[in-house]
């Protein structure tokens, strides 16, 4: 989760139930909750969020049409792969996000099918639809200078792309063009796991290099 606060209002990218938030949120009235993809892990504090805050949720269509979908909100891969996790690392997460999640459905505020942008207390913000590692992912820009990933664009972990509605060839044939085309390597990538990252740590000869899995 990120959390950008302005003057009586906040972004939150991908947001999450967690207690240290209301604090960093203390004198805000409106929050705007942006999704970067439909994944539960992403989607999970939607509703806690709404609970606190007068909040705006925005994402793209093909997310909103998925988190209104009481089938898929469910998180069953996402609860095998955290136990995968808890195996190899004698951890208990598990247990953790199985207390605190809450599967709800959601209907956004603002939808788009490909591109959006809106100007945010002087700051520009743009979506961009990016397909691969799910039909509704997005690339969030802010000012051109940060941009939140997701789980599209990684350093440390390769792009899953072997999800239901994950695609390796649109990936490739679309995805990453725009990303070479459209992003500056100096860019600053703030990715759904890992430390952020210049784009330019990922790339050489002006092409971008991701494993897959």
Known sequence: MFIIVGQKEAFVVDPHKNEEALEVLKGVDKVTLLLTHEHADHISGVWWFKEHFDCTLVCSDACNT????P??????????????????NGTNVLAEFKKDFVAQTYCADTTYSDTFSLT???????FKLIPGHSVGS???TFDRKYVFTGDSLLKDYPVVVSFPQGDKKTF????I?????????NVIILPGHGEPFLLSEIMSDGKIHVGFR
């Not at 945010?120 to 913000?125: F, K, P, T, V």
């Open 177 to 185: 063009p725009f990303l070479e085309r459209d992003l500056s390597p």
């Open 66 to 69: 998925n988190i209104s979908n």
């Open 71 to 88: 089938h898929f909100i469910r998180p069953l891969l996402l609860s095998l792969t955290i136990k995968e996790k808890d195996v190899k």
């Open 172 to 175: 490739l044939e679309q995805t």
């Open 120 to 126: 945010w207390q002087g700051h520009s913000i743009g």
């Open 138 to 140: 997005s690339l969030i």
